[in-house]
Nanobody, 122 residues
Framework: VQLQASGGGLVQAGGSLRLTCAAS????????MGWFRQAPGEERGFLAA????????YYADSVKGRFTISRDNAKNTVYLQMNSLKPEDTAVYYC????????????????WGQGTQVTVSS
C-alpha cells in the first residue's frame, strides 16, 4: 500500500488542522493505520492508531483529548483532526500502515507516507 499525507501548514496556537492520508491499493481496509510525528532533533513518535474497521482507536497521552483519528475505507483515507494546537506540536507528521492493531513504535509499521509539515506559531 502506498500512502500520501497532506493537510499540513502554518497555524496559530489554539487553532486546528486536519491531516489527510490517502492510500492506494485495494487492501487498505485490512490495515490498521497510525500517525506519528518528528520534530527536528527528535525521534519519530507515536500519536494515534485506528483499527481496520475504525471501531478502535488509541492515542498518546500528549495528544489525547486534542487529536482525533478517523478513517473512511470507502475513500481509502485516514484523517487526523488536530485541535487546540500548541507550538510544541510543530513537527513533520507521518501516516503509516500496519497489519496488526495496537502498534505504537515505528518499527512495527510496514508502510509510510512521505510526511507533511505542521508549524504552530505562538
Amino acid at each position: 500500500v502506498q500512502l500520501q499525507a497532506s493537510g499540513g501548514g502554518l497555524v496559530q496556537a489554539g487553532g486546528s488542522l486536519r491531516l489527510t492520508c490517502a492510500a492506494s491499493g485495494r487492501t487498505f481496509s485490512s490495515y490498521s493505520m497510525g500517525w506519528f510525528r518528528q520534530a527536528p532533533g527528535e525521534e519519530r513518535g507515536f500519536l494515534a492508531a485506528i483499527s481496520w474497521s475504525g471501531m478502535r482507536t488509541y492515542y498518546a497521552d500528549s495528544v489525547k483529548g486534542r487529536f482525533t483519528i478517523s478513517r473512511d475505507n470507502a475513500k481509502n483515507t485516514v484523517y487526523l483532526q488536530m485541535n487546540s494546537l500548541k507550538p510544541e506540536d510543530t513537527a513533520v507528521y507521518y501516516c503509516a500502515a500496519d497489519q496488526l492493531y495496537g502498534a505504537t513504535t515505528l518499527y512495527e509499521y510496514d508502510y509510510w507516507g512521505q510526511g507533511t509539515q505542521v508549524t504552530v506559531s505562538s
